[in-house]
């Protein structure tokens, strides 16, 4: 079983920057492809950025692309997401999921190509 658990959230102004970090276990990092996604107010959870195996491929969504970076540290069993010029729209809980897989899919922030879901960290932008 693969655990996941999300860090580092919390209330920032817009323009701001925040880092989340998220520490996994149960598996090697070589093993697993990794993801960021939120869910906003009243909207469906959406994948923010995916990162593969070794880091060699990364996705981001359209919304965030120039803005946000994923990387990961798989000596440390750590996945992180460094927000940059952050917006009030980016106010969301953000989750890291899993799934044991070397290379991205072709929809890699497609939330059923992930099996293992940490608890979220809430993100606040004010304005």
């Known amino acids: 079983q693969v655990h996941l658990a999300e860090s580092g959230g919390g209330s920032v102004q817009a323009g701001g920057s925040l880092a989340l970090s998220c520490v996994f276990s149960?598996?090697?990092?070589?093993?697993?492809?990794l993801a960021w996604f939120r869910q906003r107010p009243g909207e469906e959870r959406e994948g923010v950025a995916a990162?593969?195996?070794?880091?060699?491929?990364?996705a981001y969504s359209d919304p965030v692309k120039g803005r946000f970076t994923i990387s990961r540290d798989n000596a440390k069993n750590m996945l992180f997401l460094q927000m940059n010029n952050v917006k009030v729209e980016d106010t969301a809980v953000y989750y890291c999921?899993?799934?044991?897989?070397?290379?991205?899919?072709?929809?890699?922030?497609?939330?059923?190509?992930?099996?293992?879901w940490g608890q979220g960290t809430q993100v606040t932008v004010s304005s």
């Open positions: 990162i593969s195996n070794l880091g060699g491929s990364t």
């Open positions: 999921a899993a799934d044991r897989s070397r290379a991205l899919s072709s929809r890699p922030l497609a939330e059923d190509q992930y099996a293992f």
């Open positions: 149960g598996v090697s990092g070589s093993r697993i492809v």
